[in-house]
């Protein structure tokens, strides 16, 4: 079992930036390790991913604006976002995944894997 929670959501204006955080706890050893997004109506979008050997994976539309990152001391995953969009608003979610990495971000099935409660992102234009 593993359990995260998510923090740093807000609301801020286009072309802004927010670092989100999750904290993990429970047995994640050699998990895939990331962030997806989903607003109402429509499908979860894998964000940002990484392996148990550091490598990253991230979508397409955040590429150059979006960091993934972790401390392995405080057992914390982050999300530095970059360059806002209002596009980018959607309520953000931790997830940890027995998983290739390479499939981490394509599979939006909410029940596989391990996912935190979501922290809110706005982005007014």
């Known amino acids: 079992q593993a359990q995260l929670r998510e923090s740093g959501g807000g609301s801020v204006q286009s072309g802004g930036s927010l670092k989100l955080s999750c904290v993990v706890s429970?047995?994640?050893?050699?998990?895939?390790m990331g962030w997806f997004r989903q607003v109402p109506g429509k499908a979860p979008e894998g964000v940002a991913a990484?392996?148990?050997?550091?490598?990253?994976s991230y979508a397409d539309s955040v590429k150059g604006r979006f960091t993934i990152s972790k401390d392995n001391r405080k057992n914390t995953l982050y999300l530095e976002m970059n360059s806002l969009k209002p596009d980018d608003t959607a309520m953000y979610y931790c997830?940890?995944?027995?998983?290739?990495?390479?499939?981490?971000?394509?599979?939006?099935?909410?029940?596989?894997?391990?996912w935190g409660q979501g922290t809110q992102v706005t982005v007014s234009s």
């Open positions: 997830v940890a995944r027995w998983t290739p990495l390479r499939e981490f971000l394509s599979d939006n099935n909410r029940d596989f894997g391990y």
């Open positions: 429970g047995y994640t050893k050699n998990y895939c």
């Open positions: 990484f392996d148990y050997d550091g490598a990253t």
